[in-house]
């Protein structure tokens, strides 16, 4: 069982930056897992933010939903068994709950259901 901690959540004003951080504790395997930031705002389903595969011995990937692309960024930190998700020119739409994820799954990355292991989530908050 591979225990997720986020954190980093608060508030921020609109154009702000934040910084939210998933910690795997002492799971060896985390930077091998495919990991991932979902999001979920009141009302809303939860939604894909962005992931990041590994690939080959030391690559990897990372992916993001199109309303995050140029202002997020996915990284992972094997040394540490994080990753993080760095959140710049944050809108109001950017509000809500943020799950970090991670899995071994294949498939589609933004699917909820390719993922094993989720955190209990971090609000993000940004007022206008």
């Known amino acids: 069982q591979v225990q997720l901690a986020e954190s980093g959540g608060g508030l921020v004003q609109t154009g702000g930056s934040m910084r939210l951080a998933c910690a795997a504790g002492t799971e060896r395997s985390f930077g091998s897992m495919r990991r991932a930031w979902f999001r979920q705002a009141p009302g809303k389903e939860r939604e894909f933010v962005a992931a990041?595969?590994?690939?080959?011995?030391?690559?990897?990937?990372?992916y993001y939903t199109d309303s995050v692309k140029g202002r997020f960024t996915i990284t992972g930190d094997n040394a540490k068994n994080t990753v993080t998700l760095e959140m710049n020119s944050l809108k109001p739409e950017d509000t809500a709950v943020y799950y970090c994820?991670?899995?071994?799954?294949?498939?589609?990355?933004?699917?909820?259901?390719?993922?094993?292991?989720w955190g209990r989530g971090t609000q993000v908050t940004v007022s206008s």
């Open positions: 990041i595969i590994a690939t080959g011995w030391s690559g990897t990937r990372s």
């Open positions: 994820a991670a899995g071994w799954n294949n498939g589609p990355y933004a699917s909820t259901e390719k993922y094993d292991y």
